[in-house]
C-alpha cells in the first residue's frame, strides 16, 4: 500500500469531465455532459484528473451516455477489417489478432506481495446450483474501465475470467446476476462509475456476456441514459415476475417484469433525475428500500418505491454535504443501517448508525481521517458484517474496522488506498474482499491478514494505463505508467514471451515515457505524487531513479518530451516557459531567449495542458504546446481563448522561433500527438463532444480534417486519444479512441474497425514497432491494460510498402541461392518480402500497382508503374531476366527485361490471387480465393484452372525445384478451419 500517495492524492487541480483545469461553475459541465440538475447543488468540486494521454491529461471518459449511444450505433454501420479479406474468407488467424501482453498479476515495488490489479467498482455473489459438483459461490466483479470479470470460489486458485469482452461500454458501477428458468443464467450490467467513467446505460446478457441488449430506462415516453448505475436490486415475487430497482445519477427506475420491458423513472424528490450514491433493501421486507442521494440525505419507501419519505433525524444538515453517502443494513438484524457521509470538501465527516430503521441517528465515534483531501468524492465505503450487526467496516483512503457498532474504530490495511467496497464471503464472513484502485484484496479477519496473491486474471488485468513507450533497441521492453499503480516496466512484453512486468516507481503512475532509443537502460517519466510533480531519470531499467527538476518549478504532471531519432534533447515546460535539455536532464535552458513564453497577455496564468515532441532523424525538432481553459477570473478580454491555441516552436534548440496555430473550426484543442516518423507531420484532438481527428502535414501551419467523408465510413463519435502512421506511408493510420482501435489506408477518408481480438475499451496510447519481419502495434488501454498485435495484411486495405536493406556479404550473381545476412538501413512496413530475379536483381511490390527493383543489394531502389494500380501479392522469377507477378483483384503481370516494362495478361479470372511459382520456365501455378489453383504450361501467357474447391483456402505455394513443390492452405469444412499442406513431386502434374 502507498501510503504516501493516499496521504497527499486528490489534493489540488482537477475537473470533473471537460479537462479543464480550475472551473468555478457546473454549467459547463451540464452543457457538455448534460449532467444531472442536482450536481450544481455544490461548487465543482477540484479534484484529480485521470487517464491523460500523451499531450493533455484527459478525463477518463468525458461522453455523456447519449453521445456512448450513437457511438455504439455507429460502430454497428461501420467496415470490419475480416470482409472481402485477400487472404481470409471469413476471419483473421489467431495469430494476427490483439492479444494481451499485461502479465496476471504486477507485484508493486514497496511490497512485492501485493500486485496491481487497478480500479474496481463493484461486485456480486451468486450461487451456481446448476455446477455438477454442487452449489458453488461465484462472484462478478465490475471494472471501472475495464468491464466484467468472473471467478468460481470453489478452489482458491481459480482464476477471473472476463464477461465483458463485448459490453458495449466498458464501464460497470453494479451487477445483478441470477438463474431464470426460462433464460438460464442472466447478468444485468449497469454501466457508469461514479464520478470516473461515464456509462451507457443497462446492458443484459442471458449468454454468459457474448452478447449484450441494451434495457431502457424511461420516464413516459423518453429513455434515460445515466452517467452512472450506482446500484441493481432484485425483488422475487416467488410465482409472478420479478420486482427489479435501478438506482443511478439521473434517479430511480422500478420494472415490474424483471426488466424485460423495460423500467420506469419514479421520483424520490421533486427532480426526477437526482442522483443516488447507494441503495439497499430490507432482507426480510423486501417492499423497504432506503437510498442516499446527495445532498438531500438518507430516503426510504416501504411500498416498492412507489413513494419515499426522507429518514435524517440526527443527520448533518443535508443541503451542507458532499456528493457522496454509502450506506449498509444488517442482513442479520435489518433495523440497523450505517451511513458514511462527506462534507463539502468530499472528506467524510462522519459514520452513523440507526437501530429502528432510520428513524434516529446516531454519530459513532469514526476517526476525521477514513478520507484525505476529498478523495471521498467517489471513494465511500461501508459494511455490515452480516452476522453481527455491531462489526462494520468503512474505508476511503483509509480503513477501519469497528467491533461495538461504532463505539470504537480500529485502522486496518486494505492493501490499497481508494477504496470501492466489502464484501463478505458468503459461507465464510470472516473472509472480505475488499474492492479499491488497486484491485481485489482478501481481508482474513481471524487472522487480521491482506493479499491478492491469489487473484489473477485471464486476457488482460483490468489495468488503466496513462503512458507508455518502448525501447528501440529492444522491442520487447516497455515502460509505462498507470493509474494509481506506479510505473512499470517490462523486458518481455510481447506475446511470444513471459510478459512480466515490475512496479519500480509508486503513487500515480507517468503519462509521459520516453526511452532513450540508443541506449535502452536510460527512460525519462514523470509521476503524481500528491503535492509533488517530479521529473524522473532512471539509467537502469527502473532500479535507480533520479530526479531531474534541476530547480524548475513542478506543474501539474510535468511533461517531459522527446525526439526519438535525435537523443540530444529532452524538453518540458513551466508555467513559465518550455525548457530542453542537452545532458539527460542535468540542468535545462528555455527554448529561446525571451524571458516570457507563456505571459499573462496570451495564456492562463496556469501552466500549459501538454507538450509534444516532432521526430525525424537529422531534422531539428518542433514542438507543440496546448493549453487549458482558464478560470473566469483570469480571462484576458483581448485574448479570451487560450484553449484554442497550438503553441509551435521550430528550429534549434535555444532559438526556437514560437508561432500560433489554430484548428480550421477554432475547436478547443485537447491534445497533440506529433507523429512517429515524418517530422511535418502531427495530429490534434478537439475537446469533446467535438469527436473529430485532425492532422498537419506543414508542422502546425495548417490543419485537415481526417475523421471521415462518408457517414457509414468514419471514426466514431467518441474522443481520438491517439494516433500513428506507418512508417513511409503517411497514408496509413491507425487511431485509438474511447470505442476501440480504427485504420485508415486512404489518409482518413475512410475508416474501418481494427478490433479484432480486442474488447471494447478506450485506447490511450499507441506504438507502432517496425521489424525485419512483420511489423507490431503496441497499445495502451485505460482499463484492461496492454496489448499486442502482428501487422501481416490480413485485413482488406492493407497496402503494404517495402523495407530498404543492404546486403553486408555480396553473393555471386550466378549463385541463385545462397545465404545472405542483411541489416536493416530504414524501416519500413513489410507485407510481401523481397523476391529475387536471378542473376542479381531483387523486386518488391510498393502497392498501388508500382514495384521497386535493386541491383546493388538493397542500397539504391528504382520504382516501376503496372498498367494498372492494383496490389501485388506475389512476384515469381520466369526466366533469367523475367519475372511474373499477380495481385488481389485476379491481374497477372509479366516483364522480360527485369521490371523495367510489364505486360498485363488477359484472364477472366477477377478473384484476388494469393501466390505464383514456376517449376520451369514453362510451368507455372497460381493459388487464389476459393481454392483455386491455376495452371500455365507457356510461361504464364494463358492459364486454365487446375482445381477450385470453395471449402479450402489457399494461402502460398512454393517450389523447392523443378519436381518437389507444397501448397499451403486452410480447410474451412470444420469449425474452427484447419491447416493442411498439398504436396507435388512431378512439377504440379498431380497433388
Known amino acids: 500500500m502507498k501510503n504516501f500517495s493516499s496521504f497527499y492524492i486528490y489534493l489540488s487541480v482537477f475537473i470533473l469531465a471537460s479537462f479543464i483545469h480550475q472551473i468555478a461553475s457546473a454549467q459547463y459541465l451540464l452543457s457538455v455532459n448534460k449532467l444531472p440538475s442536482w450536481l450544481t447543488q455544490e461548487n465543482t468540486i477540484e479534484k484529480k484528473l485521470e487517464s491523460p494521454i500523451e499531450m493533455a491529461p484527459r478525463n477518463a471518459n468525458p461522453m455523456s451516455g447519449e453521445y456512448y449511444q450513437k457511438a455504439i450505433e455507429h460502430l454497428k454501420n461501420m467496415p470490419d477489417e475480416n470482409i472481402n479479406s485477400k487472404n481470409k474468407n471469413a476471419q483473421i488467424q489467431s ?25 474496481i467498482r463493484t461486485l456480486y455473489w451468486f450461487l451456481n446450483s446448476s455446477n455438477p459438483s454442487g452449489s458453488i459461490w461465484e462472484s462478478y466483479i465490475g471494472a471501472s474501465s475495464g468491464g466484467i470479470w468472473k471467478k468460481s470460489w470453489n478452489r482458491p486458485d481459480s482464476w477471473w475470467y472476463s464477461y465483458g469482452d463485448k459490453l458495449p461500454n466498458p464501464s460497470v458501477g453494479a451487477l445483478c446476476v441470477y438463474h431464470d428458468y426460462i433464460r438460464g443464467d442472466v447478468i444485468y450490467a449497469g454501466t457508469g462509475d461514479w464520478e470516473r467513467f461515464n456509462g451507457a446505460g443497462l446492458f443484459m446478457s442471458t449468454d454468459q456476456g457474448s452478447s449484450w441488449n441494451k434495457i431502457p430506462l424511461m420516464d413516459g415516453t423518453n429513455e434515460v441514459i445515466p452517467t452512472a448505475i450506482t446500484s441493481i436490486i432484485r425483488k422475487e415475487n416467488y410465482g409472478s415476475p420479478d420486482t427489479m430497482y435501478v438506482a443511478t445519477d439521473m434517479g430511480f427506475f422500478r420494472s415490474a417484469y424483471g426488466g424485460t420491458t423495460g423500467f420506469t423513472r419514479i421520483p424520490i424528490v421533486a427532480e426526477p433525475n437526482w442522483g443516488i450514491f447507494a441503495m439497499v433493501k430490507n432482507p426480510v421486507s423486501q417492499n423497504i428500500l432506503y437510498a442516499s442521494l446527495p445532498y438531500r440525505g438518507i430516503y426510504k419507501t416501504t411500498n416498492w418505491g412507489s413513494t419515499w419519505f426522507p429518514v435524517n433525524n440526527g443527520l448533518p444538515d443535508m443541503s451542507k454535504t458532499g456528493r457522496t453517502m454509502s450506506l449498509a443494513i444488517s442482513q442479520s438484524n435489518p433495523q440497523v443501517l450505517y451511513v458514511a457521509v462527506t462534507d463539502t470538501n468530499s472528506d467524510i465527516q462522519g459514520v452513523f448508525i440507526t437501530t429502528n430503521g432510520g428513524d434516529i441517528w446516531t454519530r459513532t465515534n469514526a476517526p476525521n481521517d477514513i478520507s484525505i483531501a476529498g478523495q471521498a468524492f467517489h471513494a465511500n465505503a461501508i459494511a455490515v458484517h452480516p452476522s453481527d450487526w455491531r462489526i462494520a467496516y468503512v474505508g476511503s483512503v483509509n480503513c477501519y474496522i469497528t467491533r461495538n457498532a461504532g463505539q470504537n474504530w480500529d485502522r486496518i490495511d486494505p492493501g490499497h488506498s481508494d477504496i470501492t467496497g466489502f464484501y463478505f464471503l458468503p459461507n465464510n464472513p470472516n473472509t472480505v474482499i475488499i474492492t479499491s484502485d488497486g484491485g481485489v484484496f482478501i481481508r482474513d479477519d481471524s487472522r487480521n491478514t491482506i493479499q491478492n496473491t491469489s487473484e489473477n486474471f485471464s486476457g488482460g488485468v483490468p489495468l488503466q494505463e496513462y503512458g507508455m513507450d518502448y525501447a528501440v533497441s529492444e522491442p520487447n ?3 509505462a505508467g498507470t493509474q494509481d499503480n506506479g510505473t512499470m516496466v517490462s523486458t518481455t512484453a510481447s506475446v511470444s514471451s513471459t510478459k512480466n512486468w515490475t512496479e519500480f516507481y509508486g503513487c500515480d503512475g507517468a503519462n509521459y515515457v520516453y526511452i532513450d532509443p540508443v541506449n535502452s537502460n536510460y527512460a525519462y517519466f514523470n509521476s503524481w505524487c500528491g503535492e509533488t510533480n517530479p521529473r524522473f531519470r532512471t539509467p537502469n531499467k527502473g532500479i535507480n531513479v533520479d530526479d531531474i527538476n534541476s530547480g524548475l518549478a513542478m506543474v501539474y504532471y510535468s511533461p517531459i518530451g522527446m525526439n526519438k531519432f535525435n537523443t540530444n534533447y529532452i524538453f518540458t515546460y513551466t508555467n513559465q516557459a518550455v525548457y530542453f535539455s542537452s545532458n539527460r536532464g542535468n540542468d535545462w535552458r528555455r527554448i529561446n531567449n525571451l524571458s516570457m513564453d507563456f505571459t499573462a497577455g496570451q495564456f492562463p496564468k496556469e501552466a500549459p495542458a501538454g507538450l509534444a515532441v516532432s521526430n525525424g532523424a537529422g531534422t531539428n525538432p518542433v514542438l507543440y504546446v496546448c493549453f487549458w481553459k482558464p478560470k473566469p477570473s483570469d480571462v484576458i478580454p483581448s485574448e479570451p481563448n487560450p484553449e484554442r491555441k497550438i503553441f509551435v516552436s521550430e528550429g534549434v534548440p535555444g532559438s526556437m522561433i514560437n508561432r500560433i496555430s489554430y484548428l480550421p473550426d477554432l475547436s478547443t484543442v485537447r491534445a497533440v ?27 502546425g501551419l495548417t490543419w485537415n480534417n481526417i475523421s471521415g467523408s462518408r457517414p457509414d465510413s468514419s471514426l466514431p463519435p467518441a474522443n481520438v486519444n491517439y494516433a500513428v502512421s506507418v512508417p513511409g506511408d503517411a497514408n496509413t493510420i491507425f487511431a485509438g479512441t474511447d470505442v476501440g482501435m480504427f485504420k485508415t489506408s486512404n489518409n482518413g477518408s475512410t475508416w474501418q474497425k481494427y478490433q479484432y481480438g480486442l474488447p471494447i475499451v478506450p485506447i490511450n496510447n499507441i506504438v507502432y514497432i517496425p521489424t525485419a519481419g512483420n511489423d507490431l502495434l503496441k497499445i495502451g488501454t485505460f482499463g484492461r491494460g496492454f496489448w499486442e498485435r502482428i501487422i501481416d495484411g490480413d485485413d482488406p486495405n492493407w497496402t503494404p510498402a517495402p523495407t530498404v536493406i543492404r546486403r553486408e556479404n555480396r553473393c555471386p550473381d550466378s549463385l541463385i541461392y545462397c545465404r545472405l545476412y542483411w541489416s536493416i538501413i530504414h524501416l519500413r512496413a513489410l507485407d510481401n518480402p523481397v523476391w529475387r530475379i536471378p542473376p542479381g536483381c531483387f523486386m518488391v511490390a510498393n502497392g498501388q500497382g508500382t514495384i521497386e527493383r535493386s541491383f546493388d543489394a538493397g542500397q539504391t531502389w528504382e520504382m516501376f508503374q503496372l498498367p494498372t494500380k492494383e496490389n501485388i501479392t506475389s512476384i515469381a522469377p520466369l526466366s533469367e531476366s523475367g519475372a511474373f507477378a499477380v495481385g488481389e483483384e485476379g491481374g497477372m503481370f509479366i516483364t522480360k527485361d527485369y521490371g ?52 479450402k483456402t489457399f494461402s502460398q505455394i512454393y517450389f523447392v525445384n523443378s519436381g518437389l513443390g507444397f501448397i499451403a492452405g486452410m480447410d474451412n469444412k470444420s469449425k474452427p478451419a484447419t491447416p493442411f499442406m498439398l504436396r507435388t513431386n512431378d512439377g504440379g502434374k498431380s497433388w
Open 900 to 951: 523495367q516494362t510489364w505486360n498485363q495478361v488477359q484472364t477472366q479470372y477477377n478473384v484476388p490471387l494469393l501466390s505464383v511459382a514456376f517449376s520451369s520456365f514453362n510451368d507455372g501455378y497460381i493459388v487464389g480465393q476459393d481454392g483455386l489453383l491455376l495452371r500455365s504450361n507457356d510461361g504464364g501467357n494463358s492459364w486454365s484452372e487446375f482445381m477450385n474447391d470453395p471449402v
Open 95 to 119: 495469430i494476427t489478432q490483439w492479444q494481451s501482453i499485461t502479465a496476471t498479476r504486477v507485484p508493486l515495488k514497496d511490497n512485492p506481495n501485493i500486485a496491481a490489479h487497478g480500479r
Open 673 to 699: 500527438i506529433a507523429d512517429n516518423w515524418n517530422p511535418n507531420i502531427a495530429y490534434a484532438f478537439p475537446e469533446a463532444p467535438v469527436f473529430k481527428l485532425f492532422k498537419t502535414s506543414d508542422r
Open 477 to 479: 521492453m516497455m515502460i
